[in-house]
């Protein structure tokens, strides 16, 4: 985080504080049965376990669509034979700059998930009704997850 000043358009000049971030890309990856992985994970900003999408933060010079192919298979095991990109959006825009690239992945293959040491993630499959189910029971909180299924819902 870094203080930075800046010039309003009334011309004076005030202070903001602003998270600089890398950025990260989140994975919308759809089974063969047409069902969304998910992943089930302790989020201590938020102090509460989260169901997002898989996701992750860019590495220093890493293309979105390479990092969204690591996330996949380090977070769920999986590899994906179609990528498509769906969009991109700032998370918090009023205070940080990091951007998340949306991607959907389809054609997958099981193979072994490849967890960071300090990763612990349990793994959800859920078709439509499952998914509007846990949306409508608030049981989904993380944003890039609720824009992701919106998105695969209509």
């Not at 010039?7 to 759809?30: D, F, M, Q």
């Not at 898989?54 to 977070?75: D, F, N, Q, T, W």
């Not at 009704?129 to 824009?147: C, G, P, S, W």
Request: proline residues 5%; contains cysteine.
């Amino acid at each position: 985080m870094q203080i930075e000043t800046v010039r309003l358009p009334n011309n004076k000049k005030t202070s903001r504080e602003i998270v600089r971030h890398p950025g990260a890309v989140a994975v919308l990856a759809v089974t063969s049965e047409n069902k969304i992985i998910l992943v089930k994970q302790y989020r201590k900003p938020c102090d509460e376990v989260l169901i997002e999408i898989p996701a992750g933060k860019l590495e220093k010079g890493e293309e979105p669509l390479e990092c969204a192919k690591r996330e996949l298979i380090e977070e769920t095991g999986y590899t994906a034979g179609t990528w498509e990109f769906v969009h991109s959006f700032y998370t918090s825009p009023g205070f940080a700059d990091e951007k998340i690239y949306l991607y959907m992945a389809r054609d997958l293959t099981k193979g072994t998930r490849q967890l960071d040491p300090d990763e612990f993630l349990d793994l959800i499959e859920a078709d439509r009704e499952e998914v509007m189910q846990m949306i409508e029971k608030d049981m989904i909180h993380d944003a890039k997850t609720l824009i992701a299924l919106y998105r695969w819902l209509k």
